[in-house]
């Protein structure tokens, strides 16, 4: 906006401005009387007064375009040259007083309005900034989450075996039952057959009644012989139990093995002599870190450590074997593998200390004449041999097999 030398007005142009002016610009007329046009008044400077007609050099406001908002020249303080200036095309415009206010106004609106709005993206850069606060927390619990979910999936893996097993046996007990059908259906007909024979015989029997005592006293032992055998529901009955025992050995023993899947056995660490229980565990699991340092497994995690049998007062017995829990299959797996290799350690005492699955009752029964031919066949001069998968193997390598 162009302000002249005025104290109360503002001086603006445009090329749709109405003015009135010498020469060939363009000025707007005197109203004339008119019956359609009587009650328009005539044109006149709102600053003098003057009436505004072709001679008279005059603005009209661009907002409200009323004849009561022209100004003269004069009254603006504008020179001929600034006016003719002003008028050759230029983009400015005048607005009066009243308009003038409104637009200031409005203004004022406008910056209350963008302070509100500035208020208001500061809140919401507030609540990013905690949101960003959050999700570095959560992602600082990335890692306890991905441990979470290994355990989870060896839970679900573990499970999906049971059920392959659980469905085998499911197919066994079906067919047990339907053995169990057929021999029912065959007590049937033999039953059916020994009645009607009985029957005959009766019959027979009645004809010679008196006749042949000696016969009398045959059939009657044949009866009690029959009598006292066995019945094939008996025998039935029998079997269906001694398969129901099996069936629920089995599984108490897959529940078991579920239940050592994550343990080890540690021979031949040395037991702590304070006599506070609680510090003797926690020299035994600082023994358990120190070897699995030495056999490179520093990732394995103990969840707990129990000596097995009872403690002797002696410290020259033999050290009581350490049932040791740990985190993870995979864990267990990879110690075994590895512990080998400590047996070898020239440094730290472990040449006495061995290492071995936590195996059940029936495992270590099944285990025995494997351990025994073991010792035999390496007493013979056999090297590399290794108990893996219930069998006696030769040694392939660290990778190639998964120790048992």
Request: proline share 3%.
């Amino acid at each position: 906006m162009v302000r002249g030398q005025r104290l109360a007005a503002t001086a603006t142009v445009s090329k749709n401005k109405k003015v009135a002016a010498k020469g060939n610009v363009t000025a707007a007329s005197t109203p004339k009387p008119s019956s359609s046009n009587k009650s328009q008044s005539v044109p006149n400077c709102a600053g003098c007064g003057i009436i505004v007609t072709n001679e008279v050099r005059a603005l009209q406001c661009d907002g409200c375009g009323t004849n009561e908002a022209w100004k003269c020249a004069d009254c603006l303080s504008l020179t001929n040259d600034m006016y003719d200036q002003l008028l050759m095309g230029s983009e400015l415009k005048w607005l009066c007083g009243k308009c003038e206010n409104k637009i200031t106004s409005a203004d004022d609106h406008h910056q209350v309005n963008n302070a509100t709005k500035l208020d208001q993206i500061a809140s919401v850069l507030d609540v990013l900034t905690s949101k960003v606060d959050s999700i570095e927390e959560k992602t600082a619990d990335k890692a306890e989450i991905e441990h979470i979910l290994s355990s989870l999936n060896d839970k679900v893996n573990g499970i999906d075996r049971i059920e392959q097993k659980l469905s085998k046996l499911n197919d066994k007990v079906n067919e047990f039952e339907r053995i169990e059908q057929q021999l029912k259906a065959n007590f049937q007909k033999i039953e059916q057959q020994l009645v009607d024979k009985i029957n005959t015989l009766e019959h027979s029997l009645e004809k010679r009644a008196g006749s042949d005592t000696m016969q009398w006293q045959l059939i009657d032992d044949r009866l009690k012989k029959l009598e006292s055998k066995p019945s094939v529901i008996d025998e039935t009955q029998a079997v269906q139990g001694a398969l129901h025992g099996v069936l629920q050995q089995d599984k108490a023993e897959e529940m078991e093995i579920e239940q050592r899947k994550k343990n080890v056995i540690v021979h031949g660490v040395p037991e702590s002599q304070v006599a506070s229980p609680d510090q003797r565990v926690d020299e035994d699991v600082t023994v358990l870190a120190a070897m699995f340092h030495e056999v490179g497994v520093d990732d394995v995690q103990v969840k707990s450590v129990v000596r097995l049998g009872k403690r002797s007062e002696d410290p020259t017995q033999n050290p009581r074997p350490m049932k040791v829990v740990l985190d993870t299959v995979e864990g267990k797996t990879m110690l075994l593998r590895n512990a080998k290799n400590l047996r070898q350690s020239q440094e730290g005492g472990w040449t006495k200390v061995f290492i071995h699955q936590d195996l059940t009752p029936r495992q270590r029964e099944a285990r025995k004449p494997l351990v025994a031919e073991l010792k035999q066949r390496k007493a013979n001069g056999e090297k590399d041999l290794i108990i893996f998968n219930g069998k006696i193997v030769q040694r392939k390598g660290p990778q190639s097999i998964r120790m048992n």
